[in-house]
């Protein structure tokens, strides 16, 4: 079938809509007409080659629409189902037999890989391979083929455009702090960064009556947000953050969560932690990024640096308790969405990478 795409064609560049031909859905695959998408700093980074992902590539990984075809083998959806889009897994690993997919052993190239596990593309363009399945979806597109292991079926009495967030970078903050850290009544916790996956991870925290939350980042506005959300304080990062920090908790906070994937920005979550404390990092930093942090530190203090990916979600239960939870007024993530048509993609694009939109959100006709 002929599908409308936003295909990237070379790093750092804008993305051009093209025509192009979505093979149908073969026994174990999804085909899911997109109402909405979101626009995730990881698209970002993989158009501009922070991981070499290969091109022409549909990117897009956060969609949200209604299936309309399933394969013979499908058992968990039907046609007319409301849907999210998220992350893939192999299914067989040993990560996934323990019920952690979001360290599948095979998560690079299931997600990154551009292509079916078997090296095939759904997407073409006359005899030119354009390369899909970003994420088990190519969502920067009218349809998607996806699979049973990244769909979630959403209830359908909510507008299914405003969840889309919730696929990956809402789930990542969110899950980061009620799967992950856990802090709680009188602990106190930083979060660095407060784009959509921090301003995420705040108001999980006050889901989770945490006393201290502090909001570090260098937009104010953000920052302005960051406390109508659930922020206790918040600090602007040109200040000297560790001291203000300590002013604040006397001895550092229980646990700090890291989000712009900027070393020096990470060595400064590490070093505010109190002793026994827990750094979060989710932040994708270019490949071979190297960190550095004081040993003693560390050691002597029983602290802890732990790597999230996806906020350690189990997807099918996770997402769909955050719907619930926004439904009863209590976890409003629409407050971070800008809606876009999607031929405006390149705008939304910039407006998230200059600060003035926190989660584009893409809409299709």
Known sequence: MKVQAAVTRAKRSDMSIETLTLDEPRNDEI?????????????????????????????GHEGA??????????????????????????????????????????????????????????????????????????????????????????????PLEGLAPLACGVQTGAGAVINVLRPGPGNS??????????????M??????????????????????????GATHTINAKDDVGEAISMLTGVGVDFSFETTANAKVIRQAIDCLAPRGTCGIVGASNVGTEVTFDELHIMTGGRSIRGIVEGDSHYNVFIPTLIDLFAQGRFPFDKLITFYPFERINDAI???????????????P
């Open 204 to 229: 999980a925290a006050r889901l989770t009556g945490v006393t201290t939350i502090i909001g570090v980042d260098l937009n104010d506005n953000r920052l302005a947000l960051a406390r109508q959300l």
């Open 65 to 158: 629409g209604i299936v309309e075809r399933v394969g013979q083998g499908v058992t968990k959806v039907s046609s007319g189902d409301h849907v999210l889009m998220t992350f893939n897994s192999c299914g067989h690993c040993a990560s996934c037999h323990h019920d952690a997919p979001t360290y599948c052993h095979e998560f690079f190239g299931y997600n990154f890989g551009g292509s079916r596990p078997d090296g095939s593309s759904p997407l073409s363009k006359d005899r030119e391979v354009i390369h899909g399945n970003f994420f088990g979806q190519s969502s920067f597109a009218t349809h998607a083929i996806c699979h049973e292991m990244n769909i979630i079926k959403v209830r359908p009495d909510l």
């Open 189 to 202: 916790l930083a979060v660095f960064g407060t784009g959509s996956v921090g301003l995420s991870a705040i």
């Open 350 to 364: 910039r407006d998230s990478e200059t600060g003035t939109a926190i989660k584009p959100v893409l809409r299709f």
């Open 31 to 59: 085909l899911v007409r997109l109402v909405a998408t979101g626009v995730c700093h990881t698209d970002i980074a993989m158009r501009d080659q922070a991981f070499p992902v290969p091109q022409p590539i549909v990117l």
